[in-house]
């Protein structure tokens, strides 16, 4: 009855900052205005452009991003048994930058017709090569967390984001200004720049990660009691590590290659929703935590297209003046965390 009830309230807020997302920007709406846009779709008035092809685009990018990001650090919280595990923190939105990074400095080395394909981020390369360089990252860590404590499990991704950090400014420094100005627009993370032609492959790539989520929801329950306790219940622990990284991946990789790398959604999310549900159960607290990311995403992004007059916000900013405060806070909370390894 509590999950219900919280799935309805998220709802509903989820409603509200949406349409409030679709009335304010530069040019002010009505709610009346965002209604008569999204009725004259195809008739060229200014409110179906604004509405239509501005603002609904970013908003459904925010919407579907935000629950990807959240569960797929709740995936990956699950997984490391780490409470400060996801995309980010454990360097796999890095390794995504690295492959996307990999395939705009292909644009020096094709040819320009390469690059204008580059330019919209429609075609399929940036994708495939963010979803290797996750993949990679995502095996590396997965060898790592059997072998290191919670602590140096962090420490290590970390790490290896700086990597690719470094990586990535080398690639660059051997490319020209195109190519470096299309990097720098993507590696700001922003919504604003996916179109409804990306949703042709970020909705299924989505979608197979939502459902690998659901159908993994009950064994991955059991794995919060050990593996151990997994195996006695029929689960093979082994494969199930090896689709929950698969999922992980098919939520992460899409959303950093279209949105670029988004923080801190993934870290925080679910750590919400914990505490908004009150249980530990994954399969309820899968629609909180894609309720809560949505929510948080699309709010951020809202910051951030409010009609400042001369000043432009970086939407992880936003989300760092969110997440960060509460990574603190569970870092002052957790012993285990705070004290050491374990």
């Known amino acids: ?51 239509v092809d501005l603002r609904l685009p970013r908003v459904l990018a925010a919407v579907i991003g935000g629950a990807a990001l959240g569960l797929a650090g709740l995936l990956m919280q699950t ?10 923190s454990l360097g796999l939105m890095a390794g995504g930058q690295f492959g996307a990074a990999l395939v705009i400095v292909a644009g020096a080395i094709v040819g320009p017709g390469f690059l204008m394909i580059l330019t919209g981020f429609a075609g399929l390369g940036v994708v495939v090569g963010s979803v290797l360089g996750t993949l990679g990252v995502a095996l590396a860590m997965s060898a790592m967390a059997r072998r290191v404590g919670t602590v140096t499990l962090l420490v290590l991704g970390l790490m290896l984001g700086f990597l690719a950090q470094g990586l990535i400014s080398v690639l ?30 970020l909705g299924p790539l989505l979608a197979l990660g939502l459902l690998g ?50 923080a801190f959604v993934g870290l925080i999310v679910p750590h919400l929703a914990r505490g908004l549900i009150g249980s530990a159960r994954i399969g309820a607290l899968i629609p909180a935590t894609a309720l809560i990311g949505a929510v948080l995403a699309l709010a951020a992004d809202l910051v951030v297209h409010l009609p400042w007059e001369q000043h432009f916000l970086h939407l992880n900013a936003i989300l760092a003046l969110i997440g960060a405060p509460l990574v603190i806070l569970l870092l002052l909370r957790s012993r285990s965390l705070r004290g050491g390894e374990g």
């Open 213 to 262: 989520a659901v159908v993994l929801a009950k064994p991955l329950t059991a794995l919060l009691l050990g593996d151990v306790y997994a195996e006695s219940l029929g689960v093979n622990v082994h494969r199930l590590r090896r689709l929950v990284l698969g999922a992980t991946i098919l939520l992460a990789a899409p959303v950093t290659a279209f949105c670029g790398p988004v």
């Open 79 to 88: 997984l490391f048994r780490n409470p400060l595990a996801d995309a980010w």
């Open 172 to 201: 660059l420094h051997f490319t020209n200004r195109s190519q470096g100005r299309i990097f720098a627009a993507w590696n700001d993370a922003t919504f604003a720049n996916v179109v409804w032609s990306d949703f042709v492959t």
């Open 1 to 51: 009855m509590r999950s219900l009830a919280v799935g309805l309230g998220l709802a509903a807020v989820l409603v509200i900052v949406s349409l409030a997302s679709l009335m304010i920007g530069q040019v002010m709406l009505s709610a009346g205005d965002v209604v008569a846009g999204l009725g004259s779709i195809g008739s060229g008035s200014m409110e179906s452009r604004i509405v």
